[in-house]
């Protein structure tokens, strides 16, 4: 298992920059696989980009050549460029600790708007 800590959301016009980030403590296991999702008001939560040992990351299409992925000691990093409304969600980070348990941050508010 693994305590997930979000931060970074905020308010942001069109086309701004925000970076968000999870802090990963209490580790158990082995991180398999994890990564970024995010829920917007009446809709189902969705990838936005996640990673599996020895793959390559999957960055859903929406998000492709915007978003990136990175790592730096215990903090996993979504680097979000060109942001638009419909980028408005709560975005939660994932890790998936051996043998399979699955772990959730609280999730940190995104809205960009005019």
């Known amino acids: 298992q693994v305590q997930l800590v979000e931060s970074g959301g905020g308010l942001v016009q069109p086309g701004g920059t925000l970076r968000l980030s999870c802090e990963t403590s209490?580790?158990?296991?082995?991180?398999?696989?994890g990564g970024w999702y995010r829920q917007a008001p009446g809709k189902q939560r969705e990838l936005v980009a996640t990673?599996?040992?020895?793959?390559p990351i999957n960055y859903a299409d929406s998000v492709k050549g915007r978003f990136a992925i990175s790592r730096d000691k215990n903090i996993v990093y979504l680097q979000m460029n060109n942001l638009k409304p419909e980028d408005t969600a709560v975005y939660y980070c994932?890790?998936?600790?051996?043998?399979?348990?699955?772990?959730w941050g609280q999730g940190t508010q995104v809205t960009v708007s005019s």
């Open positions: 994932r890790a998936d600790v051996f043998p399979g348990i699955i772990n």
């Open positions: 209490r580790v158990t296991g082995r991180i398999d696989a």
């Open positions: 990673f599996r040992t020895g793959r």
